[in-house]
């Protein structure tokens, strides 16, 4: 079983920033990919950001230029550094990590999710 456990979220005002963690915990054979999900009020979940193990990333297109995603494979740890906050980047935040265990079955979970509020 893996752990995800996110931390960062909260309130901010409009352009300001915030750093989102998550950390993975579990004994596998290797993550994969990582990513940022984000789901608002009568929304569906969607894709923030993602990172793949050797480092390539992709973005949605309302967060380029305005987020970052980072990832420490040593640690486990995938990082969103969120600048330039808008209200309709108002949602929970999910992180999400796939890979492999060691008998080479894949595996997908989600973190608890952290509630990310951009208000004046």
């Known amino acids: 079983q893996v752990q995800l456990v996110e931390s960062g979220g909260g309130l901010v005002q409009p352009g300001g920033s915030l750093r989102l963690s998550c950390a993975a915990s579990g004994t596998v054979f290797r993550i994969n990919n990582m990513g940022w999900y984000r789901q608002a009020p009568g929304k569906e979940r969607e894709i923030v950001a993602g990172?793949?193990?050797?480092?390539?990333?992709n973005y949605q297109d309302s967060v380029k230029g305005r987020f970052t995603i980072s990832r420490d494979n040593a640690k486990n740890t995938v990082n969103l550094q969120m600048n330039s906050l808008k209200p309709e980047d108002t949602a929970v935040y999910y992180c999400?990590?796939?890979?492999?265990?060691?008998?080479?079955?894949?595996?997908?979970?989600w973190g608890q999710g952290t509630q990310v509020t951009v208000s004046s």
């Open positions: 990172i793949t193990s050797g480092g390539t990333t």
């Open positions: 999400n990590a796939d890979g492999l265990y060691y008998n080479r079955a894949r595996f997908n979970y």
